[in-house]
Structure formats: structure tokens, C-alpha cells
């Protein structure tokens, strides 16, 4: 365990606190990823700054044009959220995938985010979704394309100190899919997970937007596939040719959980089934 | 700052009584509640989320206590395994199924189940077989198995 956890009241305070603070710090949110990672011996912080209970990160908010999930929210509060439901379909999918009931009652898609893995499932379905995700250092805010956040396993884009604030996720009418293969149904970490959103017009595709889990460094946004798609109408041809593309688009290893040719077919097994269930 | 003045002045309710502490900031809720509050009716068991022998309510929801932090409980309200009872003070309808299903063989993952169970029903009281079997997919069990405890928790339902 760290030495010290300090519990700023505001964000305000947070970085009035940061100064006095050791410098081999990090942000604590629903400790899902962290705590597990101290339990093991190998995270070795010597301070914590809990930011789960700060009240700007909370919430889940509207605007004409977009929903804000504030980066504390649990995931499984973002379950119940009507706003969410209406308009993230893909990261609706994936929340039943997510850990399970009692880890989604403490996490966060802050901390799926800031832990930068690739088998994160909360971020890969809201990559497919196009969100965007607000950062916050003292007085400097940023937005960035969220698929831009990771730069490599548990490598991202923050700076010392930044927070994740919000994720925004545009309003447009579509349709989402999230599925992913584990060792089992439920609460297990991802061989392979795809997240698909498609607007459609006419049975031909506007847009679609591919995210896959697990079968690269980063939670990966497929835009070969993705801009491939746009303009096809959703015939088995096509769904067979984007499956064969996006299986070429992917860099998958082999580790402890599955095996690289495995995962890779895998993922045209799932965007083959992820398409097919927009078909209707 | 130096780790001997890290302390944090926690305030909750825990089964209904307010508790006021002046804890070591980095005291896992776990370490909490089996240490400082003596209530070792909640287990630790693989201390990484998987196995939910630790859970309890926190604000009605079912949480790993190894994962989150005592500071993280500033504010709200705990409910332990001891805080579990029925209306009329003696055992809650949960137990009582548990028991009259042996549904309990060493007992260690019993109490995690419990709360679990609770929290499900508390939400939606008419949860299906399926409704039960995904709620209770973060508790393991090595030795009852399962079925068992499916059917403490279907019985449950009418003996509430």
C-alpha cells in the first residue's frame, strides 16, 4: 500500500494539495486496476490521490449535440442511465462484459481509460462509439479523440498530473454491438472483443465505427475497415470482406490468455456477427 | 508529509451506527472492517476482486472491500455480513434458506454470497434463475458448489 491516500474535497483542492505531495504519485478512482496491481506487488506508488468522490467527475450530463459521462461514474450507474441507453448502444453491449456486478459498482471508465489496456472493455466500446474524452491539468483543459489517448500497453497520452474528466460522446442515431471472447461467459479478462457502431440509411452504412479489444497495443480504431464500410449496403459479401479485412488490420501476440492466429480469426468471427446483428 | 501523520478522520455508518475514526489513510476498507471494526465475518480470499469472499454493501450497492480503500468509504454507509438480519432481528430469510438448503459447507465464501444475494433481491425481488446466476458471477465457490446456492436464493425470494 502507499504511505499516504489524500482525498481532496474539490479539484480545486487537488491541485492546491499537488505540491506537498511526493512526486511518486498517482490518481486512485474505483482502485479496480490499482489495488489489484498493490495486492500483487507491483504498483509501487508512494502516494495515492483518491478522486473517486470528487463531485466534477461525477454525473452523467446532456447537451443539444452530446452526452458527458464524467470519468468517476460507476459503470454500473451508467447501466441504469436512460441517456446512455439511448445513445451509447456498443457501450451499453459491452457494461454486461465489464468485470463483474460488484466491480462494476466500484469502477470507473476514467480508470479503464488511465490504466491504458488493451483489453480494456469499457473504452474499446466507447472508441467504437467516436467518443471524445476531456482532460484537466490546473487550469488547462484539453479534448482529444479518446482512440488517441493510447499510445502503447498502459502508455497514454496524460501528462504528470492531468485527470481524465469526462468522456463525450457524440448524439447520433445508430446502432452498437460489443462482443468478446474470454474463458468463459462472463467476468473474464478478453482473448478478443470487437465494438461496432454503424449509423445506417436506407440499409447502406453512413458510417461505421470498429473498435477491437485485445489484438493490438492499444484498444485499437480499425479505420480501414471502418472508411471501407461507408457507403456498402450490409450484404453476407460484404460482411465476409470486411471480417477479411479487419483481420488484417489487427496485430495480435500470444500470451498467457490465447494465441495470436487464434485471436486474429476471432476477430472476423465477431465483426461477422456484430454486422449480422444489424442486418434486421 | 511522512506516513506517521497520514492519517485520515473516516466518517460512515456501519450496520446503522455512525463510526467516527482517525485511520492510517492507506487502510484497505478490508483491513477496516476485519481489524479496526473486529468484524471478521467478512473474508479475504484472493485479494484481486475475483473470488467475492470480501463483499459487502456499500450505499446498498456490492462492493470488494479488497479493492476499495477505507477513505472511500468517508461519507457513506457500510453493511457487513453481521449487519444482515431479518425484520424481526434474527436471521434474515437468506440465511435461513442457506441453511435449510446446505448451501454452506466450510463457510468461507457464505458471507460474500450472502450480501451478493441481497443486493440482487433488494433490487429486483422477482430475479429469475439467469437473473441470480449472472449477480453471483464475481463469488466462487470451491466446495458447496453451485447449485445449492441457487436454489437458498430462489426459496429466498418467498421467504422474504
Known amino acids: ?280 | 508529509m511522512t506516513s506517521k501523520t497520514a492519517t485520515f478522520g473516516l466518517s460512515c455508518l456501519v450496520n446503522g451506527h455512525k463510526v467516527e475514526r482517525e485511520i492510517p489513510s492507506s487502510r484497505s476498507l478490508l483491513d477496516f472492517i476485519r481489524e479496526d471494526l473486529g468484524l471478521k465475518g467478512t473474508k479475504e480470499g484472493c485479494g484481486e476482486g475475483e473470488c467475492g469472499a470480501c463483499m459487502v454493501l456499500v450505499d446498498g450497492l456490492a462492493v470488494n472491500s479488497c479493492l476499495m480503500m477505507a477513505v472511500q468509504l468517508h461519507g457513506k454507509e457500510l453493511v457487513t455480513i453481521e449487519g444482515i438480519k431479518g425484520k424481526d432481528g434474527g436471521l434474515h430469510p437468506l440465511q435461513k434458506t442457506f441453511m435449510a438448503e446446505g448451501a454452506v459447507q466450510c463457510g468461507f465464501c457464505t458471507p460474500g454470497l450472502i450480501i451478493a444475494s441481497e443486493a440482487l433481491l433488494r433490487r429486483n425481488p422477482k430475479a429469475t434463475l439467469e437473473d441470480i446466476k449472472l449477480e453471483l458471477a464475481g463469488n466462487l465457490c470451491r466446495c458447496t458448489g453451485y447449485e445449492k446456492v441457487l436454489s437458498a436464493v430462489e426459496k429466498a425470494k418467498t421467504a422474504k
Open chain 1, 1 to 280: 500500500m502507499p504511505e499516504i491516500i489524500v482525498k481532496p474535497a474539490t479539484l480545486k483542492e487537488l491541485w492546491k494539495t499537488l505540491p506537498g505531495l511526493s512526486r511518486n504519485r498517482r490518481y486512485l478512482a474505483g482502485g479496480t486496476d490499482i489495488v489489484t496491481a498493490d495486492n500483487a506487488g507491483v504498483e509501487r506508488s508512494e502516494c495515492w490521490i483518491d478522486i473517486s468522490d470528487l463531485p466534477e467527475l461525477g454525473g452523467i450530463k446532456e447537451t443539444a449535440s452530446s452526452i458527458f459521462i464524467g470519468s468517476c461514474v460507476k459503470i454500473s450507474a451508467i447501466e441504469k442511465s436512460a441517456a446512455a441507453r439511448r445513445w451509447c448502444p456498443a457501450l451499453l453491449a459491452a457494461i454486461p462484459h465489464f468485470a463483474s456486478p460488484s466491480l462494476r459498482n466500484m469502477a470507473t471508465l476514467g480508470g479503464n481509460a488511465a490504466n491504458g489496456s488493451p483489453c480494456a472493455d469499457g473504452v474499446t466500446a466507447l472508441v467504437a462509439e467516436g467518443a471524445f474524452v476531456h482532460l484537466a491539468l490546473k487550469g488547462k483543459r484539453r479534448r482529444l479523440p479518446l482512440k488517441d489517448l493510447f499510445l502503447g500497453p498502459k502508455r497514454t497520452a496524460l501528462k504528470k498530473d492531468e485527470i481524465i474528466a469526462a468522456f463525450e460522446i457524440p448524439k447520433r442515431k445508430h446502432l452498437g454491438a460489443y462482443l468478446k471472447i474470454g474463458p468463459r461467459a462472463y467476468f473474464g479478462i478478453s482473448k478478443a472483443a470487437v465494438a461496432v457502431s454503424v449509423e445506417l440509411s436506407g440499409g447502406a452504412v453512413k458510417l461505421a465505427c470498429i473498435a477491437l479489444g485485445s489484438v493490438a497495443p492499444v484498444p485499437l480504431y480499425a479505420v480501414k475497415t471502418s472508411a471501407w464500410l461507408a457507403g456498402k449496403k450490409l450484404s453476407p459479401e460484404v460482411i465476409r470482406d470486411a471480417a477479411a479485412l479487419v483481420k488484417a488490420e489487427v496485430s495480435p501476440i500470444t500470451d498467457a490468455r490465447s494465441a495470436a492466429d487464434y485471436r486474429r480469426e476471432m476477430c472476423g468471427v465477431l465483426l461477422e456477427r456484430a454486422l449480422d446483428s444489424f442486418q434486421s
